[in-house]
């Protein structure tokens, strides 16, 4: 009966850490590391929060900024009350190093009418960027560079949801192991109930 409970207990663990690693975080439409990344115009790099490792400082800021923006109020740094959440969060950074600002960037969109912000994480807050919105081109101009992020509205002027993911996909090989662990436990316990009897 002990293996029993320590298998049913190693099945429901796995089972809370699959569904837990597939959950988006608070404020964030999917997991950072799937967010869309929009284009941008030739004389910058940009770097999405996935690819954060390749990133000069290793993505040491990124990471800061991204945990600060799991905890931020949306609706403060976008000033609109429309149901939102973050749809991309990316680094900037100038082609060439030696570069000085200000930085005349356009970001190209995937999905202007839903854009409500452009933030900029800068001195260990996030603020809004005064950005124009031009079709799917986002102009703006910055004195410095590092991470961004853009922030939609996840619903239309309708009320209807946007199509857009709440997180990572379910993987089809934890459903597959749960199923097996499961099916095996159960083959354990009937064994076991026979050689007691």
């Known amino acids: 009966m002990k293996r029993f409970v320590t298998l049913m207990a190693a099945l429901m663990l796995l089972v809370s850490l699959s569904v837990a690693a597939m959950a988006a975080p608070a404020n964030f439409i ?7 990344t929009p284009g941008i115009n030739n004389d910058y790099i940009i ?9 000069p400082d290793g993505g040491a800021l990124i990471e800061e ?10 609706s403060s740094l976008s000033g609109s009350d429309d149901k939102q959440l973050v749809t991309s969060l990316f ?7 030696n570069s000085k600002g200000p930085y005349n960037i356009v970001l190209t969109l995937s999905d202007p009418d839903n854009f409500l912000a452009l933030i900029h994480y800068s001195g260990g807050a996030w603020t809004k960027v ?5 079709g799917k081109n986002l102009s703006f101009t ?3 560079l590092s991470p961004y992020a853009i922030i939609s509205k996840t619903t239309s ?22 199923v097996v662990l499961a099916a095996g436990a159960v ?7 026979k050689v007691k009897a």
């Open 187 to 193: 083959w354990f316990f009937v064994q076991s109930r």
């Open 47 to 55: 770097t999405p929060y996935g690819q954060r490792s390749t990133l």
């Open 142 to 144: 910055a004195d410095s």
């Open 30 to 36: 999917a997991s950072p590391e799937s967010l869309e």
């Open 91 to 97: 680094d900037i950074r100038p082609k060439d190093a």
């Open 65 to 74: 900024s991204y945990s600060k923006l799991t905890a931020a109020k949306l």
């Open 157 to 178: 002027s309708s009320g209807t949801p946007i199509s857009q993911p709440t997180g990572e996909p379910l993987h089809i090989g934890y459903i597959a192991g749960a």
């Open 130 to 134: 005064n950005a124009t919105l031009n």
